[in-house]
């Protein structure tokens, strides 16, 4: 199978398992909230963090069905972000994958509970015995995730990106502050997403810490090819406002580097990605498509 | 020991333990949002849902440090939920025990954050060994927790609140819906904090019940006393703005059963709560005070 094929046929099997949480689990909860909920999350997104969560599962033989549960509660968070990074008082976004946000389809406090609704009902989701018959799993999954999405990682990362927006402008110098937020921001759900795979194996402490270290290249790679396309991509094709960032003050490798320093830096993070692979031989091919991926996708 | 000196004493340990969990664990976090994440947790409210962990656990023969990280956790979901639902698009609160809410200390989108970052680290604290050496009874908690706080709990009773606002003004015929949001916006996460302790001791089904079933009960005593606090009582005791729900056009006990009506309910929901605790004997002595103290408390 080619990766865009893959890609495919795992963002089918996630949005069937995210639709079917959404409608059994959340069958109790007020209809408007519950509506939200399944705007912000079902009919679009390329689901990549599942992809992630289901490939390395795959590197250890477990089928896409064993990773569905942990897929659906990372892409969960990850829609829930969005919810909020989105909202007035953040980056006032009114438009995401082509669609009116939540706050603007429903209302801002609509938008505030669906995203709070979606981080909740993503720890349910993991803590349930579907997402992994060994409760001790179960644990370190939640653990992993809270980590990553939590102060220190990817809630950290947008405060940060808020603050570097009251400062003044960037230069070289700041590389490594951009390099903090954007491993917060981006890479820390990335990098947990690539080592949820040897979590639910529980493979042996090396090939998960390669795994997470191969997901914090990945997920740089992934902000870098990100900056990249909002300097240079068109509006039309990633489907929201572009040079917004540059335009905000925002900090980006862009804006540090410029764009060939940018470009040079990508390519340096997937060569270090793949290498992170080596171990898992002719069965890491997919990743290795996915790492490439990173720098061609035009949305 | 009487119960203000009980209270105390649990509030005491709570503290302590919220303050090495916001200090050690939160040290990689963004000084802005960690300050602001401390300001909305340490300092001042009455710890009453980790006094009811720390009870509900001494029932079972647990001492308060069993159940001390349990308690944290859900003390941490509840100050996210009085921080979100102070916003500007929530309530619009300016005022929290007497002090200005996290929005107009630091600003709203760290406000958003700081909230985000609290309810995440509530499970964070859950997932971690700390909370209990058997992963399955973590699990549990996290289920529980996620339940409680989720969109069919307390995010979902926040949204039928403020949908309940845009509707015509209520009378005895909307007891019910009144009913159904309090339970899941106050209930759920008190009914949970009673039945932690008996997951925490792996207590028998029918011991589970029972102390959920208290813990409804005691929920909804507790919104009752609320609601006639809020109507009666005057603002420099409570240390915020009173008849506030009333001017929303909020749906409260009050609104729909009159004082005499709500006092009656809060009387009955009482005396069903302490039935609850007969099979625990002396035991309860502190949890059937507790009941008692719902209708007596001025703040």
Partial sequence: MTLPQQLRTNALLTEARLRQLLSETVADAPPRLAEAMRYAVLGSGKRFR????IESAGLFGLAPEAALQVAAAVELVHCYSLVHD????????????GRPTVHIAFDEATA??????LLTFAFEVLAHPDAHPEAIVRCELAL??????????????????????????????????????????????IAFSAKAGAILAAAPPDERRALAEFGR??????????????AEGAAAAVGKATGKDAA??????????????????????QNEAISMLERFGGRAGMLRQAVRYVSTRTS
């Fill in 144 to 189: 992993g995730l809270a980590r990553a999405a939590g102060p220190s990682g990817m809630a950290g990362g947008q405060q940060l990106d808020l603050d570097a927006e009251r400062l003044p402008r960037l230069d070289a110098q700041d590389l490594d502050r951009v390099r903090d937020i954007q491993e917060r921001k981006t890479g820390a759900l």
């Fill in 112 to 117: 505030i509970l669906a995203g709070d609704a």
């Fill in 248 to 269: 905000a003050g925002k900090a980006t490798y862009v804006s540090v580097l410029g764009v060939e320093g940018a470009r040079e830096r990508l390519c340096r993070l």
């Fill in 50 to 53: 599942p992809f992630l969560v």
């Fill in 86 to 97: 989105d909202l007035p008082a953040m980056d006032d976004d009114e438009l995401r994958r």
């Fill in 217 to 230: 290249l990945l997920g740089a790679a992934f902000q870098v090819a990100d900056d990249l396309l909002d």
